[in-house]
């Protein structure tokens, strides 16, 4: 059974900064893909970013520059970084991962439970 735990959401202050972790556990034969997508209520999850397990990486418009994800390979963790945070970056942040799976070997989609994050002074 595969599990994404997320961790390091909180409040900071514009200009701050904060981590968020998801570390991937379970019977994972390789990450595909993992990253960042958030929720604001009353709209939909949106991407943040994403990282290939070859280290590629996708970005919001939104968010290019400020927030920085990351990959490691060997703890099946993935990172953001957010640096110098806005009141608008305010959300759950969810954790998402293509892992490959199983015998015979499928890719799947997990999703962690969420975590907030307030950008507030």
């Known amino acids: 059974q595969v599990q994404l735990v997320e961790s390091g959401g909180g409040l900071v202050q514009p200009g701050g900064s904060l981590r968020l972790s998801c570390a991937a556990s379970g019977s994972i034969f390789s990450v595909n893909v993992m990253g960042w997508y958030r929720q604001t209520p009353g709209k939909q999850r949106e991407l943040v970013a994403t990282?290939?397990?070859?280290?590629?990486?996708h970005y919001a418009d939104s968010v290019n520059g400020r927030l920085t994800v990351s990959l490691d390979n060997a703890k099946n963790t993935v990172y953001l970084q957010m640096n110098s945070p806005k009141p608008e970056d305010t959300a759950v942040y969810y954790c998402?991962?293509?892992?490959?799976?199983?015998?015979?070997?499928?890719?799947?989609?997990?999703w962690g439970q969420g975590t907030q994050v307030t950008v507030s002074s």
């Open positions: 990282i290939t397990s070859g280290g590629a990486t």
């Open positions: 998402n991962a293509h892992l490959a799976v199983g015998s015979p070997r499928y890719v799947y989609s997990y």
